[in-house]
Each structure stands twice: as structure tokens, then as C-alpha cells.
């Protein structure tokens, strides 16, 4: 399969990875739960929005400080036992964040050094999450930039 130089439908266009910033990748937003949230909950949020992950904070209703991540990797760990179990037993709770001007780089580096698929995106200067970054994010980045 060959392309062109310009944009291919269905492409988005970047940087390079060794030029990229985790903006340039991240998932702006987030979908976010209470820990109380049962887990079959999460498994839907996660299959109707089309993400691989939800933010687990310590409010109800989603607005308060990230706790922790649930990912479809826990799901999938869990899958036979999903029944009686909520998002607070089953997330990773060191939540890993980056800044959305950290190179993708550093962020990649992160994801090994952790062994998580997802970084949490936190605005430096108001503390607050922006967005989420996940391995597949940066798989876009190594497939479909430009120099």
C-alpha cells in the first residue's frame, strides 16, 4: 500500500515522533466515574464511547480529583468475576500523568517505566485533567506522521 504526500482519508496529520507532544496525541476530555460505579457500568461507558479507558475520581458524578484508571486490559482480567465488582476495586490506582507540552518521547517512556497503556494529560498551570493518552494514541502518532 503506498500514500501520498498529502493527507490519506481517514489520517490525521502530525509531527514526527521525535518532534510530537503529547498534545499533538492525546485524547482531549475524559470519561470519568465514581469509585462506587459497578464494573459492568464501566465495561458499557467504555464500549459506547468507543475508549479503552475510564477515569476513576473520588467524587460522584465524575468531578472530582483522579483516584485511578480502569482500563479494558483490568476488564479483561476480571472478565468471568465483572459481576460483583465495582471501578474502585479494579483500577490501577497510581494514576501517571504528563503535561500536554511533555514530548511524546517521555511519555512513551513513561507507559514502559510504569507498564501502563494510559497517561493521564494534566494542565500544568490549572492542575486539572485535559485528557487521557493511551499507547494506541501513540501508535497513530509512529503510523501516520509526517516529518
Known amino acids: 500500500m503506498t500514500h501520498s ?3 490519506v482519508e481517514g489520517s490525521y496529520r502530525v509531527p514526527s515522533f ?14 470519568s466515574c465514581a469509585p462506587e460505579t459497578p464494573l459492568e457500568t464501566v465495561a458499557r461507558m467504555m464500549a459506547t464511547n468507543h ?3 475510564i477515569v476513576v475520581t473520588r467524587s460522584a458524578g465524575g468531578a472530582g480529583r ?3 484508571i480502569v482500563s479494558d486490559i483490568d476488564l479483561v482480567r476480571v472478565a468471568g468475576d465483572a459481576e460483583d465488582r ?16 511533555d514530548t ?4 512513551a517512556q513513561l507507559m514502559a517505566k510504569h507498564g501502563t497503556g494510559h497517561l493521564l494529560v494534566v494542565d500544568p498551570q490549572r492542575g486539572e ?6 499507547t494506541l494514541d501513540v501508535a497513530g502518532v ?5 516529518g
Do not use: F, Y
Open 129 to 134: 485533567p485535559v485528557g487521557v493518552l493511551s
Open 18 to 31: 521525535e518532534h510530537a507532544r503529547v498534545a499533538d496525541a492525546m485524547r482531549p476530555g475524559l470519561i
Open 142 to 146: 509512529v503510523a501516520w506522521a509526517r
Open 5 to 7: 504526500q498529502g493527507n
Open 51 to 53: 475508549v479503552h479507558s
Open 86 to 101: 465495582t471501578a474502585g476495586e479494579t483500577c490501577q490506582t497510581e494514576v501517571v500523568s504528563v503535561g500536554p507540552d
Open 104 to 107: 511524546l518521547r517521555h511519555a
Open 66 to 68: 483522579p483516584w485511578g
